[in-house]
């Protein structure tokens, strides 16, 4: 459970940090 939990949180923040680079991208484009 433990080891679950950290996968998603990694997912998690990997989706956020993915999404603001795609906005920081649209924003210079």
Known sequence: M???DGL???LAS???IYLLVAL???GRS
């Open 2 to 4: 433990h080891l679950l």
């Open 8 to 10: 998603s949180l990694l």
């Open 14 to 16: 990997g989706l956020f």
């Open 24 to 26: 920081l991208r649209a």
